[in-house]
């Protein structure tokens, strides 16, 4: 059997293999750690970037939406002061008309009297 001094000679080049494959497994999870890390700061500015960007095309379209809705009420307005307009046309036209369709009945009449009278 193997003497006790040779035992731990075996172990202690056992802890000293491990310890270096940890030495190995350490430096490469840093070299990985400070890659990712480094994407992650990357994709971080990135993504604020963006982010800012969309806020701000959010708000030029909210100020554009807004702008175009008063557009389109201020037109609407518009649009009715001219119905309004052409309604009081309308009401004058008919009050024009009025006299004009009374004489135009009482001219009808008299035609009527003289084709009846002539025709008789």
Request: net charge negative; hydrophobic share 35%; charged share 35%.
């Amino acid at each position: 059997m193997k003497s006790l001094d040779e035992k731990i000679e075996g172990l202690t080049e056992q802890v000293a293999s491990t310890n270096e494959r940890l030495d190995r497994f350490s430096k490469s999870t840093d070299k990985r750690f400070e890659s990712v890390d480094m994407h992650f700061n990357e994709l971080s500015e990135s993504i604020d970037k963006r982010f800012t960007e969309t806020n701000t095309a959010i708000d030029d379209l909210a100020r554009a939406t807004a702008g175009g809705f008063n557009d389109l009420h201020n037109h609407m307005h518009e649009v009715r002061d001219e119905i309004a307009g052409i309604k009081v046309i309308l009401v004058s036209l008919e009050r024009f008309m009025l006299p004009l369709r009374s004489d135009h009945d009482v001219l009808t009449g008299r035609v009527k009297k003289l084709e009846e009278h002539v025709f008789v």
